[in-house]
DNA sequence: CGTCTATTTGAATGTACTCAAAAGCGGTGG
DNA sequence: CCACCGCTTTTGAGTACATTCAAATAGACG
């Protein structure tokens, strides 16, 4: 199993020993989904957090009309859950599938806790991930606030163009808070430049 | 000083003790702002992290065409600060001001790095405390992509009954992304209900 | 190749905005 | 304590951004 891309990940905000390195990675477990395949189904309880080493996941919501609302995606070097369903062990009310076949690294609930219990440093990790996490989702509910549903495409466009081509239209519209057929004739428009 | 109202708010997460109290109540210290007053103003750096005691904070955004944008307001027993200048030391992108006669406890950012190293705990305290921060962040999100502005109002009073009457209606239609002028039609309408 | 889903296109509609003017309210000073 | 000034809220008319619905086209998968 290859752990780099993780521990590269952690080491962003935590340095690891070897010995701490041992620990953490031995607590891990290796999932491949298929394409379309579900990592969280809404009703499940969340047990997991997961890294996606491979591929791209999809968390979305859906509302009581049935109509699906993508909070995000998470490509390779990003992590995905339902936070509320893991932090509380109650039914998620969030999905996540794959848009691709992945792969992803999980760690258990349990084995969590048991960690930040072993390497308290991890505490200190999920701190500072989930405050950076705070702050771009801040960012975005002022983005949103403040910008025309075209701005606000083609600042997505600007910040994850990988995305654009790798991602259904369907799926960003989604994501912008958009229909697709809006986001068909912004992207119309925004061609011939 | 009173430091009741703060220990109980921390007391929601990790468990101190009288040392620990102790220490970390030797790190706060009281400021009070009078309404219109400014706990933050843009392009300072952010060094405090702030726990309102008394009164009400308001933290806002001001986009490129100088309009103000309303991310939340910090009522008594909750936090206040611009996360993003409070990590980076970069200058704030948030402002924070009084809407109230305030009173606050603060903590400044060497302060509470001594105190992580000091309390550890206290890693865990912000960690749970930013990652429910993020849950209901969370939820504002799949709201506004999912409610028309009629539903969102509807919604912020049931949920914040007491802010309804308590702040200014243009602070409330800042917050949830709509002109003053209609969320002025949105009220006259449920009135009638 | 055929089916199913995603995307495009266009017309009609609606939600929420802009602008303007009037009315209400609160704070301040005489 | 009242009067005035400034800011907030109300009201209404006209407008625009984005949606809904429907139909045609394109693309993906088995």
Redesign the interface.
Known sequence: MNYESIIKNISKYITLTEKETEIFTSLLKYKAIKRKGFLLREDEVCRHETFVTKGCLRTY?V?Q?G?E?V?GFSIEDWWAED??SF?TNKPARLCIDALEDTEVLQIEKLNLEKL?EEV?KF??F???S??????A??E???F???STAEERYLSFKNKYPYCEQRFPQKQIA?YL?ITPEFLSTLRKKSAGR
């Open positions: 919501y509302d009309n109509l609302h909070l936070l509320y932090l930040y308290p505490e200190r999920f701190r500072l989930f405050q950076n996490a705070y702050i989702q801040q975005r509910i002022t949103n606030l403040s989604s808070g």
